[in-house]
C-alpha cells in the first residue's frame, strides 16, 4: 500500500518519514533528527501561536522520533494542549504523545489529569474512551488517586454507553492491578457481576477480566459470578456457530469470552451447587467431545481458537481436581496432542501434562505416556520443546520409573542447552536423592552429573553427596571406590575434586587396602590435580592432606614436605596460608591421640531439608520460600581452626567465705613482693614473661587448700581483707600450675577476650585491644554471690621494665551479679575495673 | 503451567507487544507495564535477539525471563507478545492474528510499510482492540466502525489544505 497517510493528512509527517527511511547512515539520519527537533522547536516557541493541526503533526513527529530510539525532552506542554481541543483527532495524538513519553512533572500530571477529568465528564463517549484509555495506559499512582473513586461509577452508570462500560472495566482492572488499595469493594460489585447477564458481548468480556482479579482478594464479593459465568459459558459452547454472529472466530463461538470465564471459574472451588456443578460438568464434556469432532474449517486459526479452549478446560478440570473420569479424558485428550504434527501442541500438551502428573487421580494415566515423552526429549529439533519433555519427566517420576527417567535426563544433559543445564542438573540431582533405594546409584548418578555438566553443578548438589555419604556408612566404601576411579580421568572437574578430596579425606582408609588405592597412591592422584584447582578447592585439598596424615601416617613425610613449600607457607592466600601453617604444625606438634581426636571422622549431619529443592524452586519462579540449609556445613572446612576450646574451670568448691584468690595464701616463691594497694601494677599477658602475684594464690586449688576461718556471712569485709591483685591465675612459673593453666593462659596468646579466671565466687573477664606496641587491657570482675564485696580492690603486678598506666575506681563495692563479657562495655559498666596500659617495648 | 493459585493476578496479563522487521527494526512498541526506558530498550533487544534466531518450524511460543512469549511471523514483520506465565498461548495467538486482521481491513492488504508511514495509526487501532493488555471487543465489527467513526471525525475537523500550506511554505 502506498506510503501516503489514510485518511489523509499530516502529510509533513510522511516527507519526514520517508526522509528518514531514505538516510543511507545512522549519522545522516541523526543529522536529519537534528534538524527536524530545532525545527519544531523554534516552532513551538515562536510567537505565532500554532493551530491544532500543526501541533498535532509536530507532536506527531515527536513521538515518532521517539519510537526510532532517540529521547524526547520537549514538547510535553504542547501534547496536554493538544488534550484540551475539541478535535477528536487532536485529542487523540495528545494522548496518544503523553501515555508513550510519560512524564512525571507535577505541573503536567495537574494538567492531564484536569484534562481527563473535562473528558470523563463530558458525556461524550469517544472522548470518555480517550480519556479511560490514558488512565489505563498510563496506570499510575498519581492517576489512580484522582481518578480510582469516579470509574467504577461510570461502569455501573445505566447510561453509560456499551463502549464507555467496556473501557471503564478495563480502566478499573489496571488501576487495580497497579494501586489496589485505592479501588475499595463498594456497592458496584454486585452490579459489576449483574454485568455478566449484559447482551453486548464485549461488555461481558471485559467484566469477565475485571471480576477475575478483584475476585482473587475479595472471593465473597464476587462469589455470585460462578453460576452467571457457568451458564454464560454453557450457552456459548452449545450454541451453533452462527448464533454469536460477531462473535465468531473462524466457527468457533466467542473463543475470548470462553476462554475467560473458565479462567474465571479456575479462582473458585468445584461449584458447590448441585445444579450448577452438574451444567458446568456437562459444558466440559461438550468441549471434550467437540475435540474428537472433525473440524469445520482447515484454517489453523480455526484449530488454535477450538484448542485454546480446549486446554483452558483442562487446566480448569485439573484445577479442580475431583472428577476423575474428567481427568482421565483430559490425560487421554493430551496423550493425542504428544504426537500431534503441529509443534504448538505438542508444546502445550507436554506443559499441560505436567499438572496433571501431581494430580492423583490421572498421576498412573500420565506414566503410560512416558516412552513418548522420552522420545520428544530425544528427537524433538524445538529446544522449547525438548524443555518441556524434560520437565513433564521430572513431575512424573516416581520410585518405579526412577532409574530409567534418570539415566534418560543424563543423557539429554550431554547435548542440552547451556541455559537449562543448571536446571536439570538440580532436577536429576532431587530425583536420584529422593528415589534412590541404593545408594550407591545415588553416588553413580551425583558423580555422573559432575562428569558431564561439572559447571553446572552447584554447591547445594555436591554439598549434598557429601552429606549423605557421611550419614551413610554403607555407602562410604563405595563413593570412595568411585570417586577414586573417578579421579584417575585425565581431565576431570574440579568439582570432581571437591568431591574427592573430601570423600578421600573421610573415607579414603576404606580403600587403602588395595595396593591399586594405597595412600601414597591416593595421596598422588589428589595432589597432581592441586595446581590446576581454585584456592577453594585447594583450600578442602589441605585439609584432606592433614586427614592424610591422620589416616596414613606413611605419608606424613610426604605430605609434611608439601605443607613446608614455600608456596604453602607463603601463599599470597590468606587462608591457605593460613591452612598449610597451622596443619604442618599441628602434624608436628600434636601427639597420634591428639590429632585423631581433631581429624576424627565427621560425624553425620543432622537431617534438614534439601537445600537443591530450594534452590529449584528459587530458579522457577518467584515467591518460593528460601529453605537453605543455613546450617549447611562447609564441607572443606574441617573446623580444626579453633578445635580445642579449654573452659576456664571452676576448679574446687569453696565456701563463700572463702578467701577468694586465696589473698592469704603464702606468696609463691618466685613472686616478689608487690605494694599494697592499687597503683603501678601490670598485668604481664604474654605468656613468657614471669608473672609476679603477690599474695594471689598460684591457683585456685592452691588458695582454697591453705583456707582460712570462715568469716561470718554478715560481715562480708572479711571476704576482702587485703588487697586483691588482678586474676592472672596460672602462670606457668609458679609451682604447680593448675592442669588447666597451660590453655588458660595459652588462650590469650590467641584471644584477646574472654574468662581469664572463674570460681565459686568471682569471675574475672578480659578485654584487651592492641596496637603496635600499644596495648590495653580490661579487666572486668564479676561476683557470683549474693552478696556485695565491699571493697574489693583489684592489685597488679607487672615486671619493672614494663611502663604502666592504671586508671582504677577502687576500692569499691562490687555488686552481686555476672556481667556479661559480650555487652561489657568498659565506658559504661561501674562494676568493672578499668585498667588501660601502655606497654612500651622491652 | 504454574498452578492457578499462586499467580498474583489471576486472568493474567500482557506485559507487552512489539512488532519489528528481520532487520530488528521496531516498527510498533506498547506496553502495558510501567519500565524504565533504559529497561525497556535492554527488553527489546534481548527478546529481538532471541525471536529472531529461531527457526521457521519451531513453535510459537518460547520462555523468556519470567514470561512467555507467543509470536508470530505475518510476511517481514514478527509479532511478539509477552504473556505472564499462566496466560493461555493459543488464544494469544489469535489475538495476534486478530489484530492483523483489523490493521488488513483497515489499510487494504496491510504490509510493514502501511504501518510504518501510519504508526499512530497502528497503536489507535491497537487500543480499540486491546486495553491494558487485555481484550476489549473481540468483534471485528465493532472495532473496525470504532476506528472507521473516529476516522470520520477527523475528516470533519480538517479543512482542506494546500500543499504549501502543508509545508508551511504559504
Known amino acids: 500500500m502506498p506510503a501516503v497517510s489514510k485518511g489523509d493528512g499530516m502529510r509533513g509527517l510522511a516527507v519526514f518519514i520517508s526522509d528518514i527511511r531514505n538516510c543511507k547512515s545512522k549519522e545522516a539520519e541523526i543529522k536529519r533528527i537534528n534538524k527536524e527537533l530545532a525545527n519544531i522547536r523554534s516552532k513551538f516557541k515562536g510567537d505565532k501561536a500554532l493551530d491544532g493541526y500543526s501541533k498535532k503533526k509536530y507532536v506527531c513527529k515527536l513521538l515518532f522520533i521517539f519510537l526510532l530510539g532517540h529521547d524526547i525532552d520537549f514538547g510535553h506542554m504542547e501534547a496536554v494542549n493538544l488534550l484540551s481541543s475539541n478535535k477528536y483527532t487532536e485529542k487523540q495524538i495528545g494522548y496518544l504523545f503523553i501515555s508513550v513519553l510519560v512524564n512525571s512533572n507535577s505541573e503536567l500530571i495537574r494538567l492531564i489529569n484536569n484534562a481527563i477529568k473535562n473528558d470523563l465528564a463530558s458525556r461524550n463517549p469517544t472522548f470518555m474512551c480517550l480519556a479511560l484509555h490514558c488512565i489505563a495506559n498510563v496506570g499510575s499512582r498519581e492517576m489512580g488517586e484522582a481518578f480510582a473513586a469516579d470509574i467504577p461509577r461510570i461502569l455501573v452508570a445505566g447510561d453509560s454507553m456499551?463502549?464507555?462500560?467496556?473501557?471503564?472495566?478495563?480502566?478499573?482492572?489496571?488501576?487495580?492491578?497497579?494501586?489496589?488499595?485505592?479501588?475499595?469493594?463498594?456497592?458496584?460489585?454486585?452490579?459489576?457481576?449483574?454485568?455478566?447477564?449484559?447482551?453486548?458481548?464485549?461488555?461481558?468480556?471485559?467484566?469477565?477480566?475485571?471480576?477475575?482479579?478483584?475476585?482473587?482478594?475479595?472471593?465473597?464479593?464476587?462469589?455470585?459470578?460462578?453460576?452467571?459465568?457457568?451458564?454464560?459459558?454453557?450457552?456459548?459452547?452449545?450454541?451453533a456457530s452462527t448464533d454469536l454472529q460477531d462473535y465468531t472466530y473462524y466457527f468457533v463461538p466467542a473463543p475470548w469470552l470462553s476462554v475467560k470465564l473458565l479462567r474465571l471459574l479456575q479462582c473458585y472451588p468445584p461449584p458447590e451447587d448441585a445444579a450448577v456443578k452438574g451444567r458446568l460438568v456437562e459444558c466440559l464434556e461438550t468441549v471434550l467431545n467437540k475435540a474428537q469432532e472433525p473440524p469445520k474449517s482447515k484454517k489453523v486459526q480455526h484449530s488454535n481458537a477450538k484448542n485454546a479452549i480446549l486446554f483452558e478446560t483442562i487446566s480448569l478440570i485439573i484445577h479442580y481436581d475431583s472428577e476423575p473420569n474428567l481427568l482421565v479424558r483430559a490425560c487421554n485428550q493430551l496423550g493425542q496432542f504428544l504426537q500431534h504434527r503441529e509443534t504448538n501442541l505438542r508444546y502445550l500438551a507436554l506443559e499441560s501434562m505436567c499438572t496433571l502428573a501431581s494430580s492423583e487421580f490421572s498421576h498412573e494415566a500420565v506414566k503410560t505416556h512416558i516412552d513418548t515423552v522420552i522420545n520428544a526429549l530425544k528427537t524433538e529439533r524445538d529446544v522449547s520443546v525438548r524443555q518441556r519433555a524434560a520437565d513433564l519427566l521430572y513431575a512424573m517420576c516416581d520410585r518405579s520409573n526412577a532409574k530409567q527417567i534418570v539415566s534418560e535426563m543424563l543423557r539429554y544433559l550431554e547435548t542440552a542447552d547451556y541455559a537449562i543445564r543448571e536446571e536439570i542438573v538440580l532436577k536429576v540431582a532431587i530425583l536420584a536423592e529422593k528415589y534412590a533405594v541404593d545408594y550407591s546409584w545415588y553416588v553413580d548418578t551425583i558423580l555422573n552429573l559432575i562428569r558431564i555438566a561439572g559447571d553446572y553443578v552447584s554447591e547445594e548438589v555436591w554439598y549434598r553427596v557429601l552429606q549423605i555419604v557421611t550419614n551413610r556408612d554403607d555407602v562410604q566404601g563405595y563413593a570412595a571406590k568411585t570417586v577414586f576411579e573417578a579421579l584417575q580421568a585425565p581431565a576431570c572437574h574440579e568439582n570432581m575434586v571437591k568431591v574427592g578430596g573430601y570423600i578421600l579425606g573421610e573415607f579414603g582408609n576404606l580403600i587403602a587396602g588395595d595396593p591399586r588405592s594405597s595412600p601414597p597412591v591416593q595421596f598422588s592422584l589428589l595432589h597432581s590435580k592441586f595446581h590446576l584447582c581454585s584456592v577453594a578447592t585447594r583450600a578442602l585439598l589441605l585439609s584432606t592432606y592433614i586427614k592424610f596424615i591422620n589416616l596414613f601416617p606413611e605419608t606424613k613425610a610426604t605430605i609434611q614436605g608439601v605443607l613446608r613449600a614455600g608456596s604453602q607457607l607463603r601463599n599470597a592466600d590468606v587462608e591457605l596460608q593460613q591452612r598449610a601453617v597451622e596443619y604442618l604444625t599441628l602434624s608436628s606438634v600434636a601427639s597420634t591421640d591428639v590429632l585423631a581426636t581433631v581429624l576424627e571422622e565427621m560425624p553425620p549431619f543432622p537431617e534438614r531439608e534439601s537445600s537443591i529443592l530450594a534452590k529449584?524452586?528459587?530458579?522457577?519462579?518467584?515467591?518460593?520460600?528460601?529453605?537453605?540449609?543455613?546450617?549447611?556445613?562447609?564441607?572443606?572446612?574441617?573446623?580444626?581452626?579453633?578445635?580445642?576450646?579449654?573452659?576456664?574451670?571452676?576448679?574446687?568448691?569453696?565456701?563463700?567465705?572463702?578467701?577468694?584468690?586465696?589473698?592469704?595464701?603464702?606468696?609463691?616463691?618466685?613472686?616478689?613482693?608487690?605494694?599494697?594497694?592499687?597503683?603501678?601494677?601490670?598485668?604481664?599477658?604474654?605468656?613468657?614473661?614471669p608473672v609476679a602475684q603477690p599474695g594471689l594464690g598460684p591457683t585456685p586449688e592452691e588458695a582454697f587448700l591453705s583456707e582460712l576461718e570462715p568469716p561470718a556471712p554478715e560481715s562480708p569485709m572479711a571476704l576482702l581483707a587485703d588487697p586483691a591483685p588482678a586474676a592472672d591465675p596460672g602462670p606457668e612459673d609458679f609451682g604447680s600450675p593448675i592442669p588447666e593453666a597451660d590453655e588458660l593462659l595459652n588462650k590469650f596468646v590467641c584471644k584477646n577476650n574472654g574468662v581469664l579466671f572463674e570460681n565459686q565466687l568471682l569471675q574475672i573477664g578480659v578485654k584487651s585491644e592492641f596496637r603496635q606496641n600499644l596495648g590495653r587491657m580490661y579487666l572486668f570482675y564479676g561476683n557470683k554471690t549474693s552478696v556485695q564485696f565491699q571493697s574489693f580492690t583489684p592489685t597488679v603486678v607487672h615486671p619493672g621494665d614494663l611502663q604502666t598506666h592504671i586508671l582504677l575506681a577502687w576500692p569499691s563495692p562490687l555488686a552481686p551479679g555476672l556481667p556479661s563479657w559480650d555487652e561489657m562495655d568498659p565506658g559504661r559498666d561501674p562494676s568493672s575495673a578499668l585498667l588501660p596500659e601502655s606497654l612500651s617495648a622491652s | 503451567m504454574k498452578g492457578r493459585s499462586e499467580e498474583p493476578w489471576p486472568g493474567g496479563s500482557m506485559r507487552f507487544m512489539l512488532l519489528f522487521s528481520r532487520q530488528g527494526k521496531l516498527r510498533l512498541q506498547k506496553w502495558y507495564l510501567a519500565t524504565s526506558d533504559k529497561e525497556r530498550k535492554k527488553m527489546v533487544r534481548e527478546l529481538m535477539q532471541v525471536v529472531l534466531a529461531r527457526k521457521p518450524k519451531m513453535c510459537s511460543f518460547l520462555e523468556w525471563r519470567d514470561l512467555k512469549v507467543v509470536y508470530k511471523r505475518y510476511a517481514s514483520l514478527y509479532f511478539c507478545c509477552a504473556i505472564e506465565g499462566q496466560d493461555n498461548e493459543l488464544i494469544t495467538l489469535e489475538l495476534i492474528h486478530r489484530y492483523v486482521e483489523l490493521l488488513d481491513k483497515y489499510f487494504g492488504s496491510v504490509c510493514e510499510l502501511d504501518i510504518i508511514f501510519n504508526f499512530e495509526k497502528a497503536y489507535f487501532i491497537l487500543d480499540e482492540f486491546l486495553m491494558g493488555g487485555d481484550v476489549q471487543d473481540t468483534s471485528k465489527k465493532s472495532v473496525l466502525k470504532a476506528i472507521e467513526q473516529a476516522d470520520l471525525l477527523q475528516e470533519e475537523d480538517e479543512s482542506p489544505r494546500s500543499v504549501l500550506e502543508e509545508m508551511g511554505l504559504a
Open chain 1, 162 to 239: 456499551d463502549s464507555v462500560k467496556q473501557s471503564a472495566a478495563l480502566c478499573l482492572l489496571r488501576l487495580y492491578k497497579a494501586s489496589p488499595d485505592l479501588v475499595p469493594m463498594g456497592e458496584w460489585t454486585a452490579r459489576v457481576v449483574h454485568l455478566l447477564n449484559d447482551q453486548h458481548m464485549g461488555v461481558v468480556t471485559a467484566a469477565v477480566s475485571l471480576i477475575t482479579c478483584l475476585c482473587k482478594k475479595n472471593p465473597d464479593d464476587f462469589k455470585t459470578c460462578i453460576s452467571l459465568a457457568v451458564s454464560r459459558l454453557s450457552r456459548i459452547v452449545s450454541s
Open chain 1, 616 to 689: 529449584l524452586k528459587r530458579k522457577k519462579g518467584p515467591g518460593a520460600a528460601s529453605a537453605l540449609d543455613d546450617g549447611r556445613r562447609d564441607a572443606s572446612s574441617n573446623d580444626i581452626n579453633g578445635g580445642v576450646e579449654p573452659t576456664p574451670s571452676t576448679v574446687s568448691t569453696p565456701s563463700p567465705s572463702a578467701d577468694l584468690l586465696g589473698l592469704r595464701a603464702a606468696p609463691p616463691p618466685a613472686a616478689p613482693q608487690a605494694p599494697a594497694g592499687a597503683g603501678n601494677l601490670l598485668v604481664d599477658v604474654s605468656s613468657d614473661g
